[in-house]
């Protein structure tokens, strides 16, 4: 399988400039005094929509438009981060969006979903009745992280994160599906190959271990973690041949360790980030990652995008 | 009264330079879609300590140290922020720090103190104890905010706002003591004085706006407020001289219209910010400014250290 190179990347970035936002990496020095390392984050809590998401999905969108124009609308299938991005992007380029989310997608991203303009039909059976939407009115289908477009718009992470300080000894990432780690690790091994790539999974929503470990791409239990952003039912072809290929270690942490990184996670950087953005701080808590003392490490806030009464939680 | 100059505020910037965060002016479309307006924030909660009070107190000790060497300790009376920055500025000094606490501080902002190595006194008596310290002791007071170092400090922050972007039409700081105001103020009117600088208070905390009124710096009733990093007891002279040349209006908005902006906030910028940061926004949202349709206008989130019950309540 072919992964993406460092040319699908300088596009994707050319692509993203000016649509997105740069998010900035920001020293986390409490983090760092916890750890006995030297913490930076890469927030994309803060990019458009709330989530990395919105980067995938707008290069995906600019890359069919290079190639076969603008298509007649926007289908997608999702209940989170990846609805709200692709609604987003719909409304930037003025094409009709449809989102297939499921009957028990939490009120506040349909709502969402909504405000920016987009059709939110509710199914049981996400895929197949995007598929239908696609071929009944001839929309495009954005996928949600298996795409080399959607992972190439990802990898611009990689390349702000390495302009905007010294090469860091270790990034960690959070990993669904694996687009966002994909697009990392292409790009950050591009330039920085002792940079190593560490992927986190909650042992309840592990897709990407599992099929590292099985060979099989959807596990047998369906995903169930409070990282709600990161329970992608299946792997990805293309991102599992992007993990095998660049990324050194994916690891599992225990689901009850994830909710108590995730409040101190916010009351040190005093970024709002949603629970699947604490995983990282979380295996490191559990010494799941190798590290020295003093270790420039990265760890990406995927999303901020924190339903209500999850909120109500935080301490 | 002398106000603070730009040479002061050109010392600040070297003195401060690598020991504050320079913290980023971040675009908030999503509030700047729902008042018609190019809203941006500059994002003081992601300050050392949580607040803009560490360039201040900074400041303020780096110029005693020029005149008159480093002290032997450092002193000082707050129950909130200022009482954080300086246990803060004392440990990066090495400096033996005491700070004089009301003895119904919240629990974790004692605790901080104490974390960052700083003696907490709990006194119903802030001031003379304070002073007593200072005496007995040889240390250093470094005052809250009516000081012209600790103004030039937190004038910085005006510096870096023009720098980032184009000129605002409008820039809205909250009040406490008038400190950041009053800094923010003499910074931006410099270069550029077609900008508005426009202060808000909670009107249950609004000894500035009392004393501009009546002339008198200490209202008759004690400060109250969710915002309780503005519930400065009298408002000073320094600042209200400031203030008074350099502010284009002071304007106090309903206690209840806080909370609601805070969450909003907090939402909108995924930035975790304490509800003084939000009274700018309900003051815009309750029409007390005058703004154009698509004007710039620069929030300066002041802090963000929320307590953990405050927290709680965010929706």
């Known amino acids: 399988m072919r992964l993406v190179t460092g040319d699908d990347i300088t596009t994707a970035e050319r692509r993203l400039d000016g649509r997105v936002v740069r998010t900035p990496l920001l020293a986390a020095p409490l983090l760092g005094e916890e750890l006995g390392l030297r913490v930076a984050v890469k927030a ?15 290069n995906a969108l600019l890359a069919r438009a290079e190639r076969a124009g603008l298509p007649a609308g926007l289908v997608a299938f999702s209940a989170g981060n990846h609805a709200i991005a692709v609604a987003f992007v719909g409304r930037s380029f003025g094409l009709p969006t449809v989102v297939c989310m499921p009957p028990g997608a939490v009120p506040g991203k349909v709502a969402e979903v909504r405000r920016l303009g987009a059709e939110a039909v509710f199914t049981d059976d996400l895929l197949a009745t995007a598929q239908a939407v696609a071929g009944e009115r001839g929309y495009h289908l954005l996928p949600p992280f298996d795409d080399p477009d959607v992972i190439a718009g990802q990898a611009t992470i990689g390349r702000e994160l390495l302009a905007d300080g010294p090469a860091p000894a270790v990034v960690l990432v959070p990993v669904g599906g694996g687009g966002l780690i994909s697009g990392i690790a292409a790009a950050v091994k591009e330039t920085s190959p002792g940079t190593r790539i560490i992927g986190v999974e909650p ?11 099985t060979g099989t791409a959807t596990p047998p239990v369906r995903p169930a973690s409070v990282a709600d952003g990161l329970a992608a039912p299946f792997a990805g072809r293309h ?9 050194d270690d994916v690891v599992e942490v225990p689901e009850d360790s994830i909710l108590p990184a995730w409040s101190d996670l916010i009351r040190a950087t005093k970024l709002l980030v949603e629970p699947a953005a604490a995983v990282t701080l979380a295996a490191l808590r559990a010494g799941l990652v190798e590290v020295s003392p003093g270790d420039r490490v990265v760890l990406v806030l995927s999303g901020g995008n924190v339903d209500p009464a999850r909120l109500a939680t935080l301490r």
Chains 1, 2 share one sequence.
């Open 44 to 58: 994309e809590n803060l990019q458009h929509t709330g989530s990395f998401k919105t980067r995938g999905a707008t």
């Open 203 to 213: 042992d309840g929503a592990n897709a990407v271990s599992y099929a590292l470990r």
């Open 239 to 247: 991102t599992l041949a992007h993990i095998r290929a660049l990324v």
